[in-house]
DNA sequence: GAACTGCGTTCGTCAAGGCGAACGATCGGT
DNA sequence: ACCGATCGTTCGCCTTGACGAACGCAGTTC
């Protein structure tokens, strides 16, 4: 700890210059916003010292980038999922089997799931981690699926997203269905 | 700036809990996992203290979960994007028109995009930024969709992640195809 | 060419983070 | 009941981040 840990300070570095070229605002301008003092932000750009998460924080809130913004830089290899062909790492999601990826080869943030729905069943999902997110896209037949006090009404194509962290459901409305879930977890 | 910015620490502070003990493991542990000493972990726990980019690094690392995760809790709004109907706010993808929606709130870095090909119809599209990252889904027909040297053949409920920095294809194999894709952008 | 504005860097000071040691509390085992 | 282990917190010390001021540079303006 003491000493080495280069990798996050360089990430940072480049992400903080790359954002704020990107805005097209000075060193000094960016400072003024962020009300960071000029030289805390050059040491920062030039990738030396640990900076508070404050500090970073008023960075981003100036930038209005996301705070990850400047902290990862995500890099994800090229990847396929089949359909039908998901590896059943986790056997099972709320209760149903299903595949599961990871895009990040470190740090598993985001499954892929396949949902496939026999005519009109209906799977409900009790409550995830705080922080989930399910984005869901229709591939074939109709569904019904959300939050259970208001599902949406989907078709082939259809996309939509809630939040996991509350109970949910997928139903078919009208003949078998199959879709794709990503799900961003904490 | 000095003084205030609670905001940051109360999110790190819960986010930290969280993921702990969802590890199951203690706070001594995970102080000597991380090489962090335990009166860190505790202040951090508590609440108090604006700690460093380094420590939090390191703690993210022995929990085995993105950095983000730990100073950024996503709380989406429900919603629904209907085939077809996708806003047209930005009206350009590469050369294509294609709907967007960002859905977080403040950031703005998510978009998604639909995709309709003609049988045979290809489609290039330029490098986006740096950290780009696409996830595509194939809804109906077939698709040969990716990097430039390495397309990948998808059918429908296919899905592929690939980096949006690089030259990439979107083309109809066989007859007209529809996809959804997903873009994060820095 | 002198004065001026804005840029990014460097220097010295001060407050705050991170550390190890010691502490009381809570269990389990003999 | 005693002892040991582990838990999470609190206390001084030292390192380090963040700050403001001053610096050198370049491009304008009069």
Redesign the interface.
């Known amino acids: ?1 003491r000493g080495s ?1 280069t ?3 360089e990430t ?1 570095s480049i ?1 903080l210059r ?2 704020r070229e ?1 805005a097209g605002i000075s060193l000094s301008e960016l400072a003024k916003r ?3 003092a000029k030289s805390t932000l050059s040491q920062l750009e030039s990738g030396e010292g ?9 960075l981003a809130v100036a930038l ?6 400047l ?6 290899h ?7 062909q998901a590896p059943r790492i986790r056997a099972e999601h709320s209760g149903f089997a299903a595949g599961l ?1 990871s ?2 080869p ?4 985001r499954d ?1 799931h ?1 949902i496939a729905l026999d005519a009109g069943e209906l799977r409900r999902a009790e409550p995830h ?3 989930t ?1 399910e ?1 869901l ?4 037949g109709s569904m019904r699926s ?2 259970v006090e ?1 599902p ?1 009404e ?10 996991g962290a509350v109970p949910h459901v997928y139903q078919a409305v009208n003949g078998p269905t ?1 879709a ?1 879930l ?1 799900m ?1 977890h ?1």
């Open positions: 700890m840990e990798e996050a300070i940072i992400a790359h954002h990107r962020a009300g960071v640990n900076p508070g998460v404050e500090t970073l924080w008023a209005n980038v996301p705070f990850s913004r902290v990862e830089l995500p890099t994800p090229t990847r396929v999922i089949r359909a039908g990826l895009s990040c470190a740090g598993a943030s892929i396949e981690q705080p922080g997110v984005h896209i229709v591939v074939s959300g939050p208001e949406a989907l078709g082939p194509g259809d996309y939509t997203t809630f939040s199959t794709v990503i961003e904490s």
